[in-house]
DNA sequence: GATGAATGAGACTTCATTCAT
DNA sequence: AATGAATGAAGTCTCATTCAT
């Protein structure tokens, strides 16, 4: 084999798997696609990843460092925990509307079309949701964020990212709504969600 | 003809299909197993539909629909507009957890695998966020809801309750977590986010 | 109806299928297509022909009685049995040569790939024939023509001519063979086959 | 694998092919049947063959290679170059009457039912009108052929009898006419278009 | 007369996967 | 490691024909 073709079938074959999900999309995606870009059998794919899934998990897993390496860097840059926050926000949106497709590569499990990831690869996936555990505990301590189970609301805050970022690059948006102006908002409204306030009003007169 | 079999082809079609989504997943709806189940042939479909994607934004549609529906019925409950948003967050929860196949048709769309959605159907899906619309401006004239913007809000609220449900049905929630606490928490967070607060506690020794 | 719609829509019928006979050929040649030509039901051509076949016939018919008519004018320019002979032979192919798919029409059965042409219909397409035989009765009266059987004859002379543009329009000419010249000495060597000669010259020191 | 399924795929494909064809007919030859004739999925003779009309291209080849064979045998017996053509005509005949439905293969292409027979196969084709025009060449030099041209008399020779040929197959003889004697005529007047001959007698009474 | 609905067959394409080599 | 052959399923399209209205 030449030297420059020392760079491993496995990897060729997901750089190229990735190359074509980004360019064609999930939909058409195929063993035997990816097989013809690097020029290779499609059964020899068979030799490195179990099946088509395991090939996605791969691109999967790969995507979600991918997010999370973006993320982790962020929350250097302040000191203040919901700056920090709105940053993980801002960071996560940034992500998603620069690489749509290999952001909704993470969310491809959504429905029922792929056999289960992996329990195992969860694990690296966990990396993001401890650095927004970190911020909402710092915040916590600041006495700025109300929260008793950090853990849980990263979950929550995540799961409200991803879905505006659905809403967002699935294109169900209201066309009199500005894009832009939407993300805004709803990080603003998830942002205060977090917040410790003084007192809530609420209107006596109501029942519940 | 019997009269058994007055009920239309293309009704016994979306019957059918919807049967086969719920029972089987999406990864295993073919128009060939649809006609199978009901015993008629392929083609038959394509004089109905024009072809998979078609058939499967009708089902789309359906879902939505009955979505709305649970949604509309619950705002009548109560009066107190925090209450009522309460209401809507916990119908929706509801219907995704009673329904959860159902529910995931709905944001079949969200990756790339479909055609899109077509733009006329998306009127009918509009209705939630209606409903979502009124009730937050009813706490906007009650003063207990911040928003200068309600119809944006509502996008906003939605999203991030699909993004919780998308979350719990994706099974991608930390196993030490628990399912209702979470949605709980979630629904508790969105719901602060829309509130009027008197004050937001904010530490003014950080920078921002 | 309109008094432009007066043209019964067999007639209609006959004409549009005609035209994508011509245009599309026979590969291409529906029902289907023929009904949104002329923007009926496909259904409707059963009202006025038994089947596909059926509808295929008359137009074999017409095309017959188009080439019969061309031969039919032909002889009356000259007096020549042999000149008319060959006259005969050069509206065959004249024919053929300017409405190549219609001249093909006439020979769709020549496979097995159509129900049996009605035997009555063949009665009309008899007449090519008897006015070659004529021509051949006429030439044996002037001497000039070696044939005891002029209805046989009749038949080898119009075979031999279609095999002739059979190889022409089926464009299995050799390259190296200029068309013209290969139909022009074709007809020659057809007409000589039936002229009277005083001796051939047989080797006979051969065999047989 | 059994020693018994030796026989590549592609071959029993093209001999099932063979089979339908001959038994059935071009009409209700189809690619499912001959897959379920050798038990075979209808997608595994797409790995053979490009589409329908490769395979029966293949079938084309197949069955002008036998004539040509035929053909070739035939001319050794005799010495008499007439003879010699005369024999090749019979064999000719003698092909398409003892495989009728394989000798209509050959000419499937005369009508536009069929993509055109790519032009490299025409080649194998060309070996019949060789041995043809060897004979003729013999005969111009034993000075009983008057052709200056044989590779074009070669391809006139063999249309002629195709014609002849295809109005016998088609039945489309004339029922007072009987076959056998129809096809002797034919031949006598086919060769005698060929033969030297001292003088044609003509009435100079006549124009042209 | 005319039509829409349905059927069953078929061509063609693409695919994931398996198996023997 | 790697491959070619084969499979079975499926989507999509087109078609001739039938049937009930």
Redesign the interface.
């Known amino acids: 084999m030449d030297e420059a073709q020392k760079i491993s079938l496995k990897q060729q074959i997901v750089d190229a798997a990735r190359q074509v999900l980004l360019s064609d999309?999930?939909?058409n995606f195929s063993l035997r696609k990816i097989a013809r870009a690097i020029d290779v059998s499609a059964t020899s794919i068979y030799l490195h990843f179990e099946n088509k899934d395991d090939l996605v998990h791969t691109l999967m897993e790969e995507a979600i460092e991918r997010l999370n390496n973006r993320l982790e860097v962020s929350t250097v840059e302040?000191?203040?925990?919901?700056?920090k926050l709105k940053e993980l926000a801002y960071e996560y949106v940034g992500f998603a509307l620069d690489n749509p497709?290999e952001y909704?590569v993470i969310?491809?499990?959504?429905?029922?079309?792929?056999s289960?990831y992996p329990k195992e690869k969860?694990r690296k996936?966990?990396k993001g949701?401890e650095i927004v555990t970190q911020v909402l505990e710092e915040g916590v301590r600041?006495?700025?964020i109300a929260e008793d189970?950090p853990?849980?609301?990263a979950?929550?805050?995540?799961?409200?990212?991803?879905?505006?970022m659905?809403?967002v690059?699935?294109?169900?948006?209201?066309t009199?709504?500005d894009q832009e102006?939407?993300i805004e908002?709803?990080i603003?409204?998830?942002?205060?969600?977090?917040?410790?306030?003084?007192?809530?009003?609420?209107?006596t007169n109501?029942?519940?």
Do not use: C
């Not at 969310?107 to 792929?114: C, F, H, N, V």
């Open positions: 999309g999930y939909r302040h000191e203040d925990p919901i700056a497709r909704q969310y491809l499990i959504s429905s029922d079309e792929m289960r969860f996936a966990r949701y600041s006495g700025l189970q853990r849980i609301a979950y929550t805050f995540w799961a409200q990212l991803h879905g505006v659905s809403v690059l699935s294109q169900r948006l209201d009199r709504i102006k939407f908002e709803s603003d409204h998830i942002i205060k969600g977090y917040q410790v306030r003084t007192s809530l009003k609420t209107n109501f029942d519940e």
